[in-house]
T-cell receptor, first 112, second 114 residues
Framework: GDSVTQMEGPVTLSEEAFLTINCTYT??????LFWYVQYPGEGLQLLLK?????DKGSNKGFEATYRKETTSFHLEKGSVQVSDSAVYFC???????????FGQGTELSVKP | DADVTQTPRNRITKTGKRIMLECSQT?????MYWYRQDPGLGLRLIYY???????NKGEISDGYSVSRQAQAKFSLSLESAIPNQTALYFC?????????????FGPGTRLTVL
């Protein structure tokens, strides 16, 4: 079945470091891909998305490119801040039904 | 005020008890979802509803039931709670019109079953 796999956390970085969180997916069709972020004590918020191959989603300095050939959607940020500390979820969704399939989440901790 | 609210925010209950988690939204969306979050497992879909008369099971519906009382309200019930239902529960909404596909999440309900 369809699934999403993320790199295990926690990931601990110093402020201004470069961030990569790996995400790969298994899908029978051509889903849309998403990154959601969960700040401590809050629900999930959409961070960025891409709906077709080679699309790049971006928001708040974060970027991810939909790579069909490697079935990946890695999240990157050039310079992280303490306020980026959160849990990041990669997810896929097909048009019909609107159901999201989530990865297990990757916790990011950014130290001053 | 928050667009998607969940009550209660925290609940401790005992094995065998019936419990209801409630979700309300002011976004005017027709689609609503219930997920549970467990450490290391991400979020898993329990039930979803496309409108008041359309309710569907998700991947882990056993032991749960739902009620869509109105477009704005979607309740999740545990008829006889068991300890492995201890988790963080999230409600979400989405709007199918206009081509948007973003899901908006509530703040979550932390449920502990002793």
């Amino acid at each position: 079945g369809d699934s999403v796999t993320q790199m295990e956390g926690p990931v601990t970085l110093s402020e201004e470091a470069f961030l990569t969180i790996n995400c790969t997916y298994t899908a029978t069709g051509y889903p849309s891909l998403f990154w959601y972020v969960q700040y401590p004590g809050e629900g999930l918020q959409l961070l960025l998305k891409a709906t077709k191959a080679d699309d790049k989603g971006s928001n708040k300095g974060f970027e991810a490119t939909y790579r069909k050939e490697t079935t990946s959607f890695h999240l990157e940020k050039g310079s992280v801040q303490v306020s980026d500390s959160a849990v990041y979820f990669c997810a896929l969704r097909y048009n019909q039904g609107g159901k999201l399939i989530f990865g297990q989440g990757t916790e990011l901790s950014v130290k001053p | 005020d928050a667009d998607v609210t969940q009550t209660p925010r925290n609940r401790i209950t005992k094995t065998g008890k019936r419990i209801m988690l409630e979700c309300s939204q002011t976004k005017g969306h027709d689609r609503m979802y219930w997920y549970r979050q467990d450490p290391g497992l991400g979020l898993r879909l329990i039930y979803y509803s496309f409108d008041v008369k359309d309710i569907n099971k998700g991947e882990i519906s056993d032991g749960y039931s739902v009620s869509r009382q109105a477009q704005a309200k979607f309740s999740l019930s545990l008829e006889s709670a068991i300890p492995n239902q201890t988790a963080l529960y999230f409600c979400a909404t989405a709007d199918r019109t206009g081509g948007t596909d973003t899901q908006y999440f509530g703040p979550g309900t932390r449920l502990t079953v002793l």
